[in-house]
């Protein structure tokens, strides 16, 4: 009698950023004005998360609006003008991305950046 273990179906990190690019780039071929990202680089490479990065900084180049929902705080914040934190639904800062990354008390409480 043998027995047989069965490795869990997990999707691959390549397969998820190729359905997630494909999905923002059938998106961007609209040419929308605004485009709203919520958590793009969830269970993604990083290698594939950078290249990710790189092509919503070519969107918002393009004049593109992006709104982004990202816990990459690092780099979410490196292609945004302005952040704003929740923190139990309420807007605990709002200003500019620059500001954020030089706030050391932001970074510490909220960014673990």
Do not use: H
């Amino acid at each position: 009698m043998t027995t047989k273990i069965m490795a869990p179906d997990i999707p691959n990190s390549d397969a998820v950023a190729e359905q997630q690019m494909l999905a923002i780039a059938r998106a961007a071929a609209s040419k929308p004005k605004f485009i709203l990202l919520d958590e793009p680089s969830e269970g993604i490479m990083p290698l594939l998360v950078d290249e990710m990065f790189r092509y919503f900084r070519t969107l918002k180049q393009s004049g593109v609006t992006i709104l982004l929902i990202e816990q990459n705080v690092e780099l979410a914040l490196r292609i945004a003008d302005r952040a704003y934190i929740l923190d139990q639904g309420e807007v605990v800062y709002a200003g500019t991305a620059e500001a954020m990354l030089a706030d050391a008390a932001i970074q510490e409480r909220y960014c673990a950046v």
